[in-house]
């Protein structure tokens, strides 16, 4: 069909019609032959009831988000004819999404890289010449073997939302380079720094709610997000036994949607709001104080030296143990004892003359203040007092008048037996709405604060760890870099990413400048625990902290939604040094399945596979799967075969690190280590002695599970079990794990933790408070005077709320209202939204707005406006709702597109109708004193993308039907035909049905 | 023009009319669903499920399920959001297996035909000529044309998986229902008053769409549900002015707790 005007479902077209000639696939497969009227007068068709599904079926796991659910892929003659959800697995029991179903068009998609190119036009315009495969590495290896031989730290190796990050940072580590992450900061750091520094645990990948057995649900921020399956099974599991669910965010959509109850809160006050339900409740005395004595270290002391070096800091005893008042003895002791009779509101002299007071009183005292009534909230969070009031009132019904109880005995740390698991059953979660303010590792820190005052936590009801959490609050180990001088051609002392305790574990030099490109782990963003991916081409293309030579990105869309002021970004990417003539960021590496924004401006571009043409595996040494009621891993396998030039990332960056002689990936004598490839790794690789990327069936004779020498059998017997290894917990383990000695010897035996000794709730965060005091004087390493005042301001040992940053930057009324993204669930997380299907259910964005204030402003439904922020303005067409908070805007993230990117023709509506609203989102705040931080949390460095302000204007009558700003198209590569005008999949299975039969009724 | 099947009940008497019934309390509109069942169909008895300009333009193809969203009511519009009283509900959208379809009855060909067996309505593209009359005569918008292959094509409720020896037992239901990650939809014999979606809907209210018509729609929709209302029996306590807040502290001095 060609592109014609007018609806095609407008063209009458006929039985007897020619067939068009433009088909993708077979031909049309009704036999034509016998006449109409033939057909009219034969007898009605027979149904073929019973046809056949698959030749063969072969389990894999999803890729199409972070979900990573188990999927059945059909087959017939090796193409594929359905994909859909194993009921074995333990993520999603049998469902799967619209984007899982989608896969089989993500396989097939126009826009999958062919082979390797290299840049023959200039950056950004997508021309490449086709090379091979030897020439692309030859090119790699050379240019990275200078690097690493003379300062290894100008390779910056970046990483998207792919799952193999326990490879790729083991292989940035054996480079040598600190400059390492992977898209956690621009997505959920705030929540993975909040839980881990808390209950080392956190929300989505650690934890997951009691959907079983919770009867109130708390969803704060979960813009229809992480993760997609299970909080749909759990919140229908929750709709049937009649529990309340509760849905607190700015947009009413999706799970806020089918929510009993939606709180449309001002973006970024969720903070204030828990503090206000914590407020109550301490008011109220509606706490759990068995569990905080029990589990928290609430009746830790807390020493009172104002102005001293050790203010702040737990007591302790000569050997290092935390104190806490005994009651009974009236004396300080350690505070591990199983029998203290703790105090915990009190101010103590310690027997060595300082005086400390019990944490629980500092956090009382601090949220009992006036300044955290639900009056005192209520207009900056948009709620009324009342209602704040009513669903403390609520949740502690729940926790304390309808507590749950298992009747299931267990053993405490301490060895004492429990007859009974009883639970409080108020659950939790949260996601994106909470993690991408500048707040909101606070805002994070308040809402585990609110959790554990409930006694919710791992608890029957409750909020549960996910083994292989809980680990220790903060787990280690602290971070790797030189702290000091480079180390050329020598691999890293540990991992480039970890969980520093203090200022000791900062990658800074003696000067106190940063020693990462992304200036994570310094002073300006200390426990930016997963990097700054959002900083690393502002500060490459800046050379602060210093210039690099080769940005290698995988599967990262850096040149588009994966960035922060998109436009700005595209121009670094291209600004070349007036002196040289050079590029600024000197080369550029990139591997993605797809061709994507950012393949256009990468000097070479390596192919990687689909997700159903490789080995994977999802280890628990990096991100997990699995449930409350157990620990799991997985693994992907080739299901069909590639058909062009293209390899598995995972197999070329081993390849490059036997090339470059990194110990890991080759032997001495320059031999590859796993002649196999990524799935030779899999299998043999050690991190530690019997500990390796997969837990299951571990041992020379796969009997092992947890540690054990690696198993040549090991993918046969994943295979076998549809791919994923998942040990369910016996009853006793299930709950309490932070203090539950069965599960926690458990955990030891399986690797997860290196003692099994409880892991204590940090309701007041000593790190924080090492950092405070480093910036208030105290200490050997100190940071620079300019950040003493930000530093000493947030980190706070106890969770607070304050403004988000870019608020408090930029005049509020001249930019009155919030402007914050969500993906669409047929789209959330999934790479490749240009997917055939998924993209006839969104293919464009628009801008929505309240109606009442729609109404006000004089603006209708599809009227083209202007979001303007103090960074830009871009172009949109506005639709009005009902469910949205009156000062805030939203829109669909990642629907817009580059014109020509992923295949779409020049007028696909991704380009024209689409827009992304990091255009006018600023990597950097302004300049305060001489100083330009990131537009980040200042804890955790976490990209503050939801802390835009906007003001919206209308456009004029001849600037309506275009979105702005429109980047100039960009090419299609070389040896990529354009997409095709029609989509006919399936009808080679028509044909085959036809033919068979045919065959069938020749038969005798 | 095509006439409807005379009645075939069961040996028990009952009139077999297989359908949905679809929860709109938990449906979070997701679109499982629908694109579950365009990757079954695609290859399944219609095939395949033509799409048109898939990456260009004005991307449209044949969808036998479509999901849409509605708000009603307003919210209050101050600066005090959620308290009022808009709905947001999802809604998805297939053939509907009418028991008096007029789909049917309008096809000049016998191409539109309605099972006597289960009561699924079913087009013959064989016989089928794109006169689009059954499309004009489906109050619901149930029906999908095929511009490419100039037929009509609609829901079979997956009349290749239903009966399919081939598949497991537990996968004899719609791709749909099969897929659906909050388990609202619900597939089974709306004729039999002891069928489990039977007794769903007598237990939900289960409603018919727009039943002025008269088209008697086997599929039922189930309604959203009040929403849950949590007693309140401990209010928090009253306002406490600023001094008393050491008071406050001092409830817990005393407290003698173990660990």
Not at chain 1, 54 to 71: N, Q, S
Not at chain 1, 667 to 682: E, K, V
Not at chain 1, 756 to 768: K, N, T
Not at chain 2, 64 to 87: K, L, P, Q
Request: with cysteine.
């Amino acid at each position: 069909m060609a592109d014609g005007p007018g609806d095609p479902h407008d063209l009458p077209r006929f039985a007897f019609d020619p067939q068009p000639t433009e088909v993708s696939g077979s031909a049309d497969p009704r036999p034509r032959k016998e006449s109409w009227w033939q057909r009219f007068t034969a007898p009605r068709e027979r149904v073929e009831l019973s046809p056949e599904v698959e030749d063969e079926v072969k389990t894999t796991t999803c890729y199409m988000c972070a979900c990573r659910c188990g999927v059945k892929v059909h087959l017939q003659e090796g193409r594929i004819r359905f994909i859909d959800g194993n009921r074995n697995h333990p993520v999603n029991r049998g469902v799967i999404c619209g984007k899982g179903s989608a896969g089989i068009m993500q396989q097939y998609s126009p826009a999958r890289l062919r082979s390797p190119l290299l840049r023959t036009g200039e950056r950004g315009k997508g021309e490449f010449r086709a090379i091979g495969w030897d020439e692309a590495l030859t090119i790699v290896t050379e240019r990275l073997r200078r690097i690493r031989d003379t300062d290894p730290a100008r390779l910056a190796f970046f990483t998207g939302r792919d799952q193999s990050q326990s490879l790729t940072g083991y292989w940035a580590a054996q480079f040598g380079t600190p400059n390492y992450a992977a898209h956690g900061g621009f997505c959920s750091v705030n929540m993975a720094a909040g839980g881990m520094y808390t209950l080392g645990g956190s929300f989505w990948e650690f934890g997951e709610p009691d959907w079983e057995r919770a009867r109130y649900l708390l969803l704060f921020g979960v813009a229809e997000d992480h993760d997609s399956n299970p909080i749909k099974i759990g919140l229908s599991r929750l709709k049937a036994s009649g529990a309340k669910i509760v849905g607190i965010n700015p947009v009413k959509t999706g799970y806020n949607a089918i929510a009993d109850e939606w709180i449309g809160i001002r973006p970024g006050t969720d903070g204030l709001f828990a503090l206000a339900l914590v407020h109550e409740l301490l008011k109220a005395d509606r706490i759990d104080l068995d569990y905080l004595v029990r589990y928290t270290n609430a009746p830790w002391l807390v020493v009172r030296n104002p102005g001293g070096a050790d203010d702040g800091l737990f007591a302790r005893d000569g050997q290092g143990r935390v104190l806490a008042w005994d009651r009974d003895a009236d004396t300080a002791v350690p505070a591990e004892r199983a029998d203290l009779s703790p105090l915990l509101v009190g101010e103590k002299r310690l027997p060595d003359g300082r005086f400390a007071v019990p944490v629980f009183q500092l956090m009382a005292a601090r949220y009992l203040d006036p300044s955290y009534a639900p009056e005192a909230v209520a207009e900056r969070c948009g709620i009324a007092a009342e209602t704040i009031r009513r669903i403390a009132g609520e949740i502690a019904h729940v926790a304390f008048q309808q507590q749950v109880v298992i009747e299931q005995p267990w053993t405490d740390w301490a060895g004492r037996r429990h007859d009974r698991m009883i639970g409080r059953p108020v659950a939790m979660h949260a996601m994106r709405g909470i993690s991408a303010h500048s707040n909101g590792f606070h805002t994070c820190r308040a809402l585990h604060l609110l959790q554990l005052l409930l006694g919710s936590v791992d608890v029957p009801g409750g909020w549960r760890y996910k083994p292989p959490y809980p680990r220790p609050a903060p787990p280690g180990p602290f971070p790797a870099g030189w702290r000091g001088e480079p180390a050329a051609g020598k691999p890293l002392a540990g991992s480039p990413l970890g969980y520093p305790l203090g200022p000791e574990h900062l990658l800074v030099d003696a000067a106190g400048r940063p020693e990462r490109l992304d200036k994570a782990f310094s002073w300006e963003y200390p426990l930016a625990v997963h990097g700054m991916l959002h900083m690393v081409i502002t500060n490459a293309w800046a050379g602060d902290p210093y210039p690099i030579d080769t940005l290698f990105l995988y599967m990262s869309n850096m040149a588009w939604n994966s960035s922060m002021h998109t436009g700005a970004v595209m121009r670094m990417l291209t600004d070349r040094d007036p002196a040289t003539g050079e590029y600024r960021i000197p080369f550029i590496v990139y591997s993605d399945a797809f061709d994507s924004e950012t393949v256009s401006f990468a000097d070479l571009v390596l192919p990687d596979t689909t997700y159903l043409e490789r080995w994977d595996c999802i280890s628990l040494l990096d991100r997990p799967i699995g449930s409350a009621d157990g620990p799991a891993d997985a693994i992907r396998r080739p299901v069909v075969a590639p058909d062009r030039d293209v390899r598995p990332f995972q197999d070329v960056l081993i390849e490059l690190g036997v090339r470059l002689g990194l110990p890991a990936f080759a032997n001495p004598d320059g031999s590859a280590r796993y002649p196999g490839g990524y799935p030779d790794y899999i299998v043999n690789h050690q991190r530690q002695p019997g500990l390796g990327p997969l837990a299951g069936w571990r041992g020379r004779d796969g009997t092992e599970h947890g540690r054990g020498e690696p198993n040549p059998d090991q993918l046969e017997r994943y295979m076998e079990n549809d791919c994923f290894w998942m040990q369910e917990l016996p009853p006793e383990q299930r709950f309490f794990k932070h203090a539950n000695k069965d599960y926690l010897e458990t955990a030891v035996r399986l690797g997860f933790i290196e003692r099994a000794e409880p892991v204590v709730h940090q309701l007041w965060s000593e790190p924080l408070q090492r950092f405070r005091l480093a910036a208030q004087g105290f200490g050997e390493r100190q940071p620079p005077d300019h950040l003493r005042p930000r530093i000493a301001t947030y980190f706070d040992p106890l969770p607070l709320w304050y403004e988000p940053l870019e608020h408090e930057a930029f005049d509020q009324a001249a930019y009155p209202l919030s402007a914050i993204t969500q993906r669409p669930m047929p789209m959330y997380h999934s790479w490749g939204s240009h997917n055939a299907w998924l993209r006839q259910i969104y293919a464009h964005n628009d801008i929505f707005m309240s109606r009442a204030l729609g109404v006000e402003l004089g603006l209708a439904n599809g009227d083209w406006v202007w979001i303007a922020s103090p960074h830009g303005r871009i172009k949109a067409r506005l639709r009005l709702m009902e469910g949205v908070n009156r000062h805030t805007v939203w829109t669909w993230n990642a629907i817009g597109k580059r014109q020509g990117a992923w295949n779409l023709k020049a007028d696909a509506p991704e380009a024209h109708q689409g827009f992304l609203l990091n255009h006018i989102i600023n990597e950097l705040l302004p300049d305060r004193g001489g100083a330009r931080f990131s537009n980040s949390d200042p804890v955790t460095g976490q990209a503050a993308w939801y802390d835009l302000r906007v003001a919206i204007e209308p456009a004029t009558a001849d600037e309506a039907g275009e979105t702005s700003p429109q980047a100039e198209p960009q090419g299609l590569p070389a040896g990529m035909a354009p997409s095709p005008s029609i989509n006919s999949y399936g009808t080679w299975l028509r044909t085959r049905r036809r033919q068979r039969a045919r065959e069938r009724s020749k038969q005798p | 023009m095509t006439s409807l099947p005379t009645a075939s009940p069961a040996a028990d008497g009952h009139q077999k009319k297989l359908g949905l019934v679809i929860d709109l309390d938990t449906c979070v509109g997701c679109h499982a669903c629908a694109v579950a069942c365009k990757e079954w169909n695609t290859g399944g008895h219609m095939a395949p499920l033509t799409d048109l300009e898939p990456y260009g333009r004005a991307p449209d193809g044949v969808w036998f399920n479509r999901i849409h969203t509605f708000e009603a009511g307003v919210e209050s519009g101050s600066a005090v959001a959620g308290c009022g009283a808009s709905r947001t509900t999802h809604f998805p959208k297939s053939c509907l297996h009418c028991e008096t379809p007029d789909c049917v009855t309008v096809c000049p060909t016998g191409a539109s035909y309605k099972r006597a067996e289960d009561g699924i309505v079913l087009v013959d593209e064989d016989l089928c000529i794109g006169c689009k009359l059954c499309s004009w005569a489906c109050p619901y918008g149930a029906r999908e044309f095929d511009t490419d292959t100039g037929t009509m094509k609609k829901c079979t409720l997956c009349i290749d998986r239903i009966y399919n020896k081939n598949l497991e037992e537990v996968d004899r239901v719609p791709a749909c229902v099969m897929v659906c990650p909050v388990s609202a939809r619900h597939f089974g014999d709306l004729g039999d008053p002891s069928s489990n979606v039977s007794r769903l809907v007598a237990d939900r209210g289960g409603f018919d769409l727009m039943p002025e018509i008269g088209y008697k729609p086997v599929n039922k929709y189930l309604p959203p549900r009040p929403a849950r209302a949590v007693p309140v029996a401990i209010s928090t306590a009253p306002a406490v002015s600023p001094p008393a807040n050491l008071n406050l502290l001092a409830r817990w001095a005393d407290r003698v707790l173990s660990r």
